[in-house]
């Protein structure tokens, strides 16, 4: 049985306590514990914010044919993705249509180019990937319930 849970916040008291708008149906540990061996293994909860006030979402149709909305830049175009939330992304079974994807774009610094502080979530294959581009930023991405991989680097020498 998982004992993975989505609630919603209804609201914080400080930065570090939050008051939840429904109560939690299981009981959640939160410490760390070290093994006789010495490794430590981190119990705590892992929680993320998924709303954002800009959104990019496929259709409602989406779930249910598991093909959604996908970004993509190539061949030397620019991808700026930040602060926005991607849900309903990607396309399963169908090679290179990911939620937010650097598809052979060559060098990218950054400001050029980025995937930074984003909610990816409820996608139908891989929340990013990148292939074929070289110092495109990703980072402080969450990505949640997604199919297949969620941080993808194609080649490898990206």
Do not use: W
């Amino acid at each position: 049985e998982t004992t993975v849970e989505e609630v919603e916040v209804d609201y914080l008291i400080d930065d570090h306590t939050v008051v939840l708008k429904t109560d939690l149906r299981h009981q959640h540990v939160s410490e760390t514990r070290v093994t006789p061996g010495g490794t430590t293994i981190d119990m705590r909860a892992q929680i993320a914010l998924l709303s954002r006030n800009v959104i990019i979402q496929g259709d409602d149709q989406s779930a249910e044919q598991l093909f959604g909305m996908h970004t993509i830049a190539v061949h030397g175009g620019h991808l700026r993705v930040e602060n926005t939330e991607v849900r309903n992304c990607g396309q399963a079974r169908n090679l290179g249509r990911y939620c937010l994807h650097f598809h052979k774009s060559g060098y990218q610094p950054p400001p050029q180019s980025f995937i930074q502080s984003n909610s990816i979530h409820h996608g139908f294959q891989r929340a990013t990937t990148i292939h074929g581009t070289t110092h495109a930023l990703v980072q402080n991405n969450v990505a949640y319930k997604i199919m297949g991989h969620n941080f993808f680097i194609e080649d490898g020498d990206e």
